[in-house]
């Protein structure tokens, strides 16, 4: 089954960086687009970054374009968002996502909390 597994939040000073990873199976990772989402507390769930099978990246989230980075390794079935320059309202639950067979699958989320 499809399995998403998120992994390098937590705690970092603002103006500081973080990559995060999300390890996927259970399907054939290098034929689906990716998508990073994150979810800070009391606010809908918003899409960060989109990244396409062949590493092509449709869209960031304006308030983290020219900070964050999204790539991927498909040998390794893994989907990165490198992030810098990191502020305060980036707080907030990140997960990775895909749509597979017209479901949504999530992780479980990583925290990051951006704060001196």
């Known amino acids: 089954q499809v399995q998403l597994v998120e992994s390098g939040g937590g705690l970092v000073q603002p103006g500081g960086s973080l990559r995060l990873s999300c390890a996927a199976s259970g399907f054939t990772f290098s034929t689906y687009t990716m998508r990073w989402y994150r979810q800070a507390p009391g606010k809908e769930r918003e899409l960060v970054a989109t990244?396409?099978?062949?590493?092509?990246?449709?869209d960031y989230l304006d308030s983290v374009k020219g900070r964050f980075t999204v790539s991927r390794d498909n040998a390794k079935n893994t989907v990165y968002l490198q992030m810098n320059s990191l502020k305060p309202e980036d707080t907030a639950v990140y997960y990775c996502?895909?749509?597979?067979?017209?479901?949504?699958?999530w992780g479980q989320g990583t925290q990051v909390t951006v704060s001196s």
């Open positions: 996502s895909t749509y597979y067979y017209n479901n949504r699958y």
């Open positions: 990244i396409t099978s062949a590493g092509a990246i449709l």
